[in-house]
T-cell receptor, first 111, second 116 residues
Framework: QKEVEQDPGPLSVPEGAIVSLNCTYS??????FMWYRQYSRKGPELLMY????GNKEDGRFTAQVDKSSKYISLFIRDSQPSDSATYLC???????????FGKGTHLIIQP | NAGVTQTPKFRILKIGQSMTLQCTQD?????MYWYRQDPGMGLKLIYY???????DKGEVPNGYNVSRSTTEDFPLRLELAAPSQTSVYFC???????????????FGPGTRLLVL
């Protein structure tokens, strides 16, 4: 069982739809949860950062963490073609030894 | 601030050649990281550093070496390039360990490496 599971997609939705992206994980020691957006041939860009369980909202983006189910989600409201990218979930136990990433979900927003 | 910069952007190496991937950050971050990303895969940690003079291995360190002589620079060295090292390499940095209040790990634009 991989530490972090993420459906690679592609996920294709029409413009304006609500998008739901998810990751599951197996290591209960993870405490910090991130979503990165990566455009083609670019570096990952930090989108959302959440500590422990709960919700965090930033504009059209909402991140949810359910530690009891080992499940994290990213919701995108009023999706735009410019949101088309690969979305990577990442997590950390709180130490200096880097992030553990999912494979990324390729998202396509159709105009 | 330029953030995290990486050079070169793209390189083709022959098997057995060596090269150094450069990474520089101007944010006075203490922690720096090297990841590799293979097609359709997430990023895997190669090496990391918690400050000048201190480095440690990540998940996939074999075939690589690093050094950290200054806070700003964290070069990654490939000594004997192999086709398995064909990948995209990302450098990242953060000011501190993750915390409830501190976001973490900002990434550079990457170096695409092809070993033939």
């Amino acid at each position: 069982q991989k530490e972090v599971e993420q459906d690679p997609g592609p996920l294709s939705v029409p413009e304006g739809a609500i998008v739901s992206l998810n990751c599951t994980y197996s290591n209960s020691a993870f405490q910090y949860f991130m979503w990165y957006r990566q455009y083609s041939r670019k570096g990952p860009e930090l989108l959302m950062y959440t500590y422990s369980s709960g919700n965090k909202e930033d504009g059209r983006f909402t991140a949810q963490v359910d530690k009891s189910s080992k499940y994290i989600s990213l919701f995108i409201r009023d999706s735009q073609p410019s949101d088309s990218a690969t979305y990577l979930c990442a997590m950390n136990r709180g130490g200096a030894d880097g992030l553990t990433f999912g494979k990324g979900t390729h998202l396509i927003i159709q105009p | 601030n330029a953030g995290v910069t990486q050079t070169p952007k793209f390189r083709i190496l022959k098997i057995g050649q060596s090269m150094t991937l450069q990474c520089t950050q101007d944010m006075n971050h203490n922690y720096m990281y090297w990841y590799r990303q293979d097609p359709g895969m997430g990023l895997k940690l190669i090496y990391y550093s918690v400050g000048a003079g201190i480095t440690d291995k990540g998940e996939v360190p074999n075939g690589y070496n690093v050094s950290r002589s200054t806070t700003e620079d964290f070069p990654l060295r490939l000594e004997l390039a192999a086709p398995s090292q064909t990948s995209v390499y990302f450098c990242a940095s953060s000011y501190s360990l993750p915390s409830e209040y501190q976001e973490t790990q900002y990434f550079g634009p990457g170096t695409r490496l092809l070993v033939l």
